[in-house]
């Protein structure tokens, strides 16, 4: 056996000896090689205006614009503001020019792409505000445009260390940090919010602690801009960090309803190299931001809708259907073009800005889901409300902005119409700006110390169990059981519910075991039980629409069913703490003409569909056939 002592930091439980193994190996390598011992932050205690959780783009915009407006502004980040969850992966900003771009065409476009659960309030909402944003973010330096890695000789040589270290001053991730401190605003970093305080009913702070050295870090505060973005169980060889639904977390317990868990924003790894990251993605993260626009000339709304729901929808049912065709790493494909796919128009004609996206040539990938419950471009998350625009929550104080924590549902069902980066910067900007007012009509409230002792004692809990589980199998377990084809491509009610009864066990039996001892062990034990709760609202939310929608197909149900799942499903945690689901309406005007056949509305039928409702093969709208997957 080998033994370790930790020392307790401010707040913590003291010291002790444990004789065990860490999660992450033997302790005497662990403690010389990967986690050397780490003093605790000069300053663990913090008081602010408005408190910014989570630093991608939508908290960078709620920063600044809370800063602009006259508040006193602090932003915590688990990791380093620029590189944590999926800020650092996103590539195009796409945008929309009243000038240049066909309004109705647009907007038809969203609505029947979103399969007329769009919201489209947000939808004009980035359509009048998006080009602005993607100006603002030009002049903070994030659109910088240098050469890509094939332009640059980089790619032939295959040589991404060097790609990377010759342009790193040009990238936006560096430049993250800087911008917060020329604006004046203070970042706490490697630092996990864990759970908010209050008082009287409104916000009061909230309690997190230092990963590094395991030290409790206390925030007051007279508001919350939560901008944690979404998570995902990610297999390995998809490029984002496993991002681990914590402001989701924290919202469902405060009462809050989320939005949108039955569908997924679903991206590609390979079956030929699963766990080759870069094999299978390539230089997404090196090469640069362009801009590119969405737009007016878009050819033909059916061609358009039916191009983009196939490549998202179709391929990937089929694959799991039928099996993969031959993909074996050998082939190669042009990057995604976005916007210049879709508009006949070159772009640099009418805006010189406008580029479209610029990555070098990828290998083909052929498994699609490759990190299921990333329902982030959808912009699922806390439900609002449908007249909201400032990510107002029902909890006084809390707002929320930003791909997966707002529940805005800009792109409905499925995200069809690339609103992308710029849509989170606009709901930060919102949120940051409804926060400093909200802030400004306050006193600073008085925190509850019980509050903040009970937050401190449930991060170190796992630290004081004799006997426990390790939160790296938790967190395997439920990656195996939410992974599986059948519980977010293809799903069932006997795949859904079996899944379902699995989680359900790993809550009951597991979660209140979870054991660590390290900062980062504390950590992965609050993930954990994050993603058990989501994976548990997920299925249930699957398992209650009874019909197929988008990115939701239910191979036992393959049709859309207007007159019952026009809505939206809103997961909640009633009076006993349990996990329930509920219909929310949505308005009349964003459901489409509802007398159009039904082969009309939806242009790309699934599977048993149209034999599930009687619709005559010749009927069926049907563009030719693309080999290959991923297209």
């Not at 805006?351 to 610029?358: A, I, V």
């Not at 926060?435 to 004692?457: F, H, R, W």
Request: aromatic share 10%; glycine share 10%; charged share 25%.
């Amino acid at each position: 056996m080998n033994s370790m002592t930790i020392e307790g930091a401010y707040g913590a439980p003291g010291a002790f000896t444990k004789d065990t193994t860490s999660s992450l190996g033997e302790y005497t390598f662990i403690e010389k090689r990967y986690l050397p011992k780490v003093e605790k932050p000069e300053v663990t205690e913090y008081t602010c205006d408005v408190l910014v959780i989570g630093c991608g783009w939508a908290g960078l915009h709620a920063a600044l614009t809370a800063k602009k407006a006259g508040a006193d502004v602090i932003v915590v980040d688990k990791g380093k503001p620029g590189f944590s969850g999926l800020s650092p992966f996103s590539q195009g900003a796409t945008y929309f020019l009243p000038e240049f771009d066909d309004e109705e065409a647009t907007l038809l476009a969203g609505q029947r792409g979103g399969e007329y659960i769009a919201n489209m309030n947000w939808f004009r909402i980035w359509m009048k505000e998006s080009a602005k944003v993607v100006e603002e973010n030009r002049k903070l330096g994030f659109m910088e445009q240098y050469p890509t890695a094939k332009e640059s000789g980089y790619w032939d040589k295959w040589d991404p260390k060097g790609y990377r270290t010759e342009f790193l001053s040009l990238m936006r991730q560096e430049k993250w940090e800087g911008v917060l401190a020329d604006n004046g605003i203070c970042v706490v970093d490697h630092t996990m919010f864990v759970d908010v305080t209050t008082t009287d009913g409104k916000i009061s702070g909230g309690v997190g602690f230092h990963v590094k050295s395991a030290t409790p870090i206390i925030f007051r505060c007279k508001a919350i801009c939560m901008c944690t973005g979404t998570g995902s169980m990610k297999p390995t060889g998809y490029p984002t960090s496993e991002d681990t639904f914590d402001g989701e977390y924290i919202c469902v317990n405060l009462g809050l309803p989320i939005v949108g868990k039955e569908f997924d924003d679903f991206h590609q790894t390979s079956s030929f190299a699963p766990g080759n990251y870069f094999y299978n993605n390539s230089w997404e993260y090196s090469e640069n931001m362009n801009g590119s626009s969405v737009g007016a000339t878009i050819s033909g709304i059916d061609e358009y809708v039916y191009k983009r729901t196939r490549s998202k929808m179709a391929f990937r049912i089929d694959s799991v259907l039928n099996g993969l065709e031959p993909v074996d790493g050998t082939e190669w494909q042009s990057a995604f073009t976005g916007a210049t796919t879709i508009i006949k128009n070159d772009l640099e004609k009418q805006d010189p800005r406008r580029t479209g996206y610029k990555r070098s040539r990828e290998r083909m990938r052929d498994i699609f889901g490759a990190a299921p419950g990333m329902n982030s471009q959808l912009s699922c998350g806390v439900f609002c409300g449908w007249d909201d625009t400032e990510g107002k929550t029902g909890f006084p104080g809390l707002y929320v902005a930003g791909n997966g924590i707002y529940g805005s549902q800009i792109n409905g069902a499925i995200f069809n119409v690339q609103t992308n980066h710029p849509c989170c910067c606009i709901m930060g900007d919102h949120a940051g700006q409804a926060a400093a007012d909200y802030a400004e009509s306050l006193e600073m409230p008085k925190q509850d110390e019980t509050q903040v002792n009970k937050i401190i004692d449930e991060i170190f809990a796992p630290s004081k169990r004799e006997k426990g589980v390790d939160p790296n199998f938790v967190v395997e377990k439920l990656r195996n059981i939410m992974v599986d084809a059948g519980v977010h491509v293809v799903k069932s009610e006997k795949a859904l519910t079996a899944a379902l009864m699995q989680v359900e066990l790993i809550r009951d039996k597991m979660i209140p075991k979870l054991m660590g001892f390290s900062g980062h062990d504390l950590r992965l034990c609050l993930e954990a039980k994050h993603k058990c709760l989501s994976a548990e609202m997920k299925l249930k939310a699957n398992l209650f629409r009874t019909e197929s929608r988008g990115m939701h197909y239910r191979e036992d149900i393959p049709f859309r069913d207007d007159e019952n799942w026009l809505c939206h499903v809103a997961v909640y945690k009633d009076e006993a703490g349990m996990i329930k689901c509920r219909k929310v309406d949505i308005p009349d005007e964003w459901k489409g003409n509802l007398s159009e056949p039904h082969e009309k509305r939806y242009v790309l039928l699934f599977p048993g569909e149209a034999e599930a409702l009687g619709i005559p093969e010749d009927r069926i709208y049907r563009l030719p056939e693309r080999k290959g997957a991923g297209k």
